[in-house]
């Protein structure tokens, strides 16, 4: 059986990840002395993580609102059939950041975000659209107190 990407993480690994999350850009170097490696060593385990798995990509964090995104919303999608198949309705959609099929009350849980209360009433519009769709709830977040990453 092939080992998952969390299989044997230790603690060099654990203060790696730690450090990308604060700052992917960081020179190896700099990883590497923070951690106790050479830059070789630790470009050598950051390769590894990619290849494993456990990093899955590297991006940059850009504040929404700077984009004239400030409305979020989290919207309960309430359908009448199984919507583990629709992946792709929901990825068509881009102001949905994000789509999860979960249990309880509702089928899917998306997050949601516009420049307006308009441009969502927009978006409710479309996931109606979507077969097998007979209901949403949407949650409008007023203030985040916070957002973070997995810890590693």
């Known amino acids: 059986m092939a080992p998952t990407p969390t299989e044997h993480l230790d603690d060099t690994d654990r203060a790696l990840l730690l450090l990308l999350q604060q700052d992917a850009g960081q020179p190896y170097a700099a990883l590497g002395k923070a951690v106790g490696l050479s830059t070789a060593a630790a470009h050598e385990r950051v390769r590894k993580l990619r290849e494993r798995g456990v990093i ?9 609102k700077a984009l004239g995104l400030g409305v979020l919303s989290f919207v309960m999608v309430d359908s009448s059939a199984w919507m583990g198949d629709s992946a792709q309705a ?3 959609i881009p102001e949905i950041e994000e789509a999860h099929v979960i249990a309880g009350s509702a089928s899917v849980l998306v997050k949601v ?8 009433q927009d978006v409710l519009r479309r996931l109606y659209a979507i077969q097998g769709v007979n209901g949403t709830q949407a949650t409008v977040v ?5 957002e973070r990453p997995p810890a590693p």
């Open 113 to 120: 975000r516009t420049a307006t209360t308009e441009q969502l």
């Open 90 to 92: 929901f990825a068509a």
């Open 142 to 146: 007023l203030e985040t107190f916070f």
């Open 56 to 64: 899955r990509r590297t991006t940059v964090e850009v504040d929404p």
